[in-house]
């Protein structure tokens, strides 16, 4: 088990079971989010950096296989196990078929899930990972280690606002609605997570203030653009 924190994507429409795996996944130093539908699952793979992801079959809006689908249209190499309350062999190969590294059947051992799961990451290849450094403008990004470069200085930032920089640079140059962003990022809109969003996107601008063509501008009562030279 590498020492860095891996970080797991949950997605489990069952509250109870879904709080209760994220607070013994993160006590085995895990760092997990919880999605309680595919549709909120699909938005934060898409937005976010994760290591494998952990997908209950039947959920609303997305199920597991179709969100296992998409996100093996996204990435090929991302380890998936299903949680499942079914035990046919068709779910089973039916899973396996879209490329499910494994399998468990609920009511499962929790432990029985973390060597399911560290058998799934001693299987990953070390070079590989989800770590995405990406350029945006003069900075450099490493998303995984939240640290953010130009011209050899570096500044670490918090998780939020590292979710909410890559969310901005995987959407730049286009309009991105408040709403889009909230969803994304907390799973939910409402108007005191609308303000901090608003705390969070004044403190980026400073973070990128050393590079004049960047501009994060503020579409009043829509969004934001977030400008960056082709």
């Given at each position: 088990m590498p020492k860095e924190f891996l970080k797991i994507l949950l997605a489990e429409d069952d509250l109870n079971l879904g709080l209760l795996l994220t607070d013994y996944l993160e006590s085995e130093n895990f760092e997990v989010k919880l999605c309680k539908d595919g549709e909120k699952a699909l938005s934060a793979f898409q937005n976010q950096a994760f290591d494998l992801c952990l997908l209950d079959v039947m959920m609303p809006k997305i199920d597991g296989f179709a969100l296992a689908k998409e996100i093996r249209s996204k990435n090929k190499n991302i380890p998936i196990?299903?949680?499942?309350?079914?035990?046919?062999?068709?779910?089973?190969?039916?899973?396996?078929?879209?490329?499910?590294d494994d399998y468990i059947t609920k009511p499962f051992d929790e432990e029985e899930l973390l060597w399911k799961i560290k058998a799934v990451?001693?299987?990953?290849?070390?070079?590989?990972?989800?770590?995405?450094?990406?350029?945006?403008?003069?900075?450099?990004?490493?998303?995984?280690?939240?640290a953010l470069s130009l011209n050899g200085k570096t500044r670490r930032i918090t998780e939020k606002e590292g979710e909410i920089l890559f969310f901005l640079s995987s959407n730049r140059n286009r309009l991105?609605?408040?709403?889009?962003?909230?969803?994304?990022?907390?799973?939910?809109?409402?108007?005191?997570?609308?303000?901090?969003?608003?705390?969070?996107?004044t403190k980026i601008r400073k973070y990128l203030k050393d590079d004049p063509g960047l501009t994060i501008e503020n579409v009043f009562g829509v969004g934001f653009v977030f400008n960056v030279p082709e």
């Open positions: 196990l299903f949680i499942t309350a079914k035990s046919l062999k068709e779910d089973k190969l039916k899973g396996y078929g879209l490329g499910a990451v001693r299987r990953m290849p070390q070079s590989e990972g989800n770590a995405k450094v990406i350029s945006i403008g003069q900075y450099t990004f490493d998303h995984q280690s939240q991105i609605k408040r709403e889009e962003m909230l969803n994304a990022l907390w799973g939910e809109n409402d108007y005191f997570l609308g303000r901090s969003l608003d705390v969070f996107i």
